[in-house]
Nanobody, 121 residues
Framework: QVQLVESGGGLVQPGGSLRLSCAASGSIFSIYGMGWYRQTPGMQRELVATITSGGSGYYVQSVRGRFTISRDNAKNTVYLQMNGLKPEDTAVYYC???????????????WGQGTQVTVSS
């Protein structure tokens, strides 16, 4: 059994900052890519940022220069530092991990439960 637990969401004023964390636990053999996605009501879940096991990050254009993704492989944790937040960043943020649960397992995607980020004055 694998669990991804997110934390760090909340209410923040425009221009403010938040740091999201997502810790993976359970039966984990190896974690490959990790990432953050977000979803607003009535919309499809969209990619925000991803990071490889080696630490290379990718960002969608709308958050580039404001958000930073990082990971601690020893803790099976991925972070998203969000600065310069805008009202349009308001969404439920989900983390995803691509991992194998055992040496004989193939790679699968696992998702967290989501954490609400609201940017409003």
């Amino acid at each position: 059994q694998v669990q991804l637990v997110e934390s760090g969401g909340g209410l923040v004023q425009p221009g403010g900052s938040l740091r999201l964390s997502c810790a993976a636990s359970g039966s984990i053999f190896s974690i490959y890519g990790m990432g953050w996605y977000r979803q607003t009501p009535g919309m499809q879940r969209e990619l925000v940022a991803t990071i490889t096991s080696g630490g290379s990050g990718y960002y969608v254009q709308s958050v580039r220069g404001r958000f930073t993704i990082s990971r601690d492989n020893a803790k099976n944790t991925v972070y998203l530092q969000m600065n310069g937040l805008k009202p349009e960043d308001t969404a439920v943020y989900y983390c995803k991990a691509e991992l194998r649960t055992a040496v004989w397992d193939s790679m699968h995607d696992y998702w967290g439960q989501g954490t609400q980020v609201t940017v409003s004055s």
